[in-house]
């Protein structure tokens, strides 16, 4: 059964930093492009960022591009998202997804497997 699990999510003063944990068991996660999304209330949800099966291709949303930082430890079986620098519309739930296809991107139907999602909120 594959799963994906986030951690790291919690509450944080704004310019502060957080780094969101991707736990992937049941699958290869290296045969994975994976994604990181969120969604804050009342809206729909949105693209943040996404890495290659390999690490060597990263692509990240304009409003956070220069403060997060995607990576991956296929080792670990985990994709990271490092982020700095926090504003107060950050504030969503966040959530991993991953995909075996070589063209899943910045939409949300491109991915097969979500996680449950973590909180992140940034206080003024």
């Known amino acids: 059964q594959v799963q994906l699990v986030e951690s790291g999510g919690g509450l944080v003063q704004a310019g502060g930093s957080l780094r969101l944990s991707c736990a992937a068991s049941?699958?290869?996660?290296?045969?994975?492009?994976v994604g990181w999304f969120r969604q804050a209330p009342g809206k729909e949800r949105e693209f943040v960022a996404r890495?290659?099966?390999?690490?060597?291709?990263?692509y990240y949303a304009d409003s956070v591009k220069g403060r997060f930082t995607i990576s991956r430890d296929n080792a670990k079986t985990t994709v990271y998202l490092q982020m700095n620098s926090l504003k107060p519309e950050d504030t969503a739930v966040y959530y991993c997804?991953?995909?075996?296809?070589?063209?899943?991107?910045?939409?949300?139907?491109?991915?097969?497997?979500w996680g449950q999602g973590t909180q992140v909120t940034v206080s003024s």
């Open positions: 997804a991953a995909d075996p296809s070589d063209i899943a991107g910045t939409w949300s139907r491109d991915y097969g497997y």
């Open positions: 049941g699958l290869t996660l290296s045969f994975y492009r």
């Open positions: 890495i290659s099966q390999s690490g060597g291709s990263t």
